[in-house]
């Protein structure tokens, strides 16, 4: 039981590249989302998905975008990579329903711009 | 806007104590509440979810309480060990789409 995967575990970027960070997951999920951890802060939301064709922005989305085409996957693109998006990067899924059901998160990426 | 702090920031305990770790959230308005666990350089593993209209949850030496009321949870471990060492984290879903999330109690438990 796969749960939750992220790639890469580790990038390094330059400023002003693109990447694409991925997220997979195999339980049906409808629900996914992305957050970034930082020292200090804790971790916020970036963007999230309740469905295929379903995108919608957190808390910190200005440098990232997603797009949601099937149920398992949803990939975080960062447009032109900057410093401050130095961080590690989780994605998370879980079932949709009214009252929110259990989180599962994956292993993360840890990203450095430099 | 709903805020999470867990107190204290970081503990040292030596091998076989009883510790509580607390968590409050400002707005009592939530879904549900989860505790996590991280390790260095790892991801969250989720440990125990409480749901708005539950109290408590158990699972072997964890149980976690909620107060939705006075905006409180609580995560109890029973007899820790240095296995339990890592950080512990909270998080409140105040809306269907999102997790609010506490900034840690990082444990040390000492043998």
């Known amino acids: 039981n796969a749960g939750v995967t992220q790639t890469p575990k580790f990038q390094v970027l330059k400023t002003g590249q693109s990447m694409t960070l991925q997220c997979a997951q195999d339980?049906?999920?409808?629900?996914m989302s992305w957050y970034r951890q930082d020292p200090g802060m804790g971790l916020r939301l970036i963007h999230y998905s309740v469905g295929a064709g379903i995108t919608d922005q957190g808390e910190v989305p200005n440098g990232y975008n997603v797009s949601r085409s099937t149920t398992e996957d949803f990939p975080l693109r960062l447009l032109s990579a900057a410093p401050s998006q130095t961080s590690v990067y989780f994605c998370?899924?879980?079932?949709?329903?009214?009252?929110?059901?259990?989180?599962?998160f994956g292993q993360g990426t840890r990203l450095t711009v430099v | 806007k709903q805020e999470v702090t867990q107190i204290p920031a970081a503990l040292s305990v030596p091998e076989g104590e009883n510790l509580v770790l607390n968590c409050s959230f400002t707005?009592?308005?939530?879904?549900?509440l989860q505790w996590f666990r991280q390790d260095p350089g790892k991801g969250l593993t989720s440990l125990l979810l409480i749901q708005s209209s539950q109290r408590e949850q158990t699972s072997g030496r964890l149980n976690a309480s909620l107060d939705k009321s006075s905006g409180r949870s609580t995560l109890y471990i029973a007899a820790s060990q240095p296995g339990d060492s890592a950080t512990y984290l909270c998080a409140v879903r105040t809306g269907s789409e999102k997790l609010v999330f506490g900034k840690g109690t990082k444990l040390t438990v000492n043998p």
């Open positions: 707005d009592s308005a939530i879904y549900n």
């Open positions: 998370a899924s879980s079932y949709w329903a009214d009252r929110g059901t259990e989180a599962f």
């Open positions: 339980m049906n999920h409808e629900y």
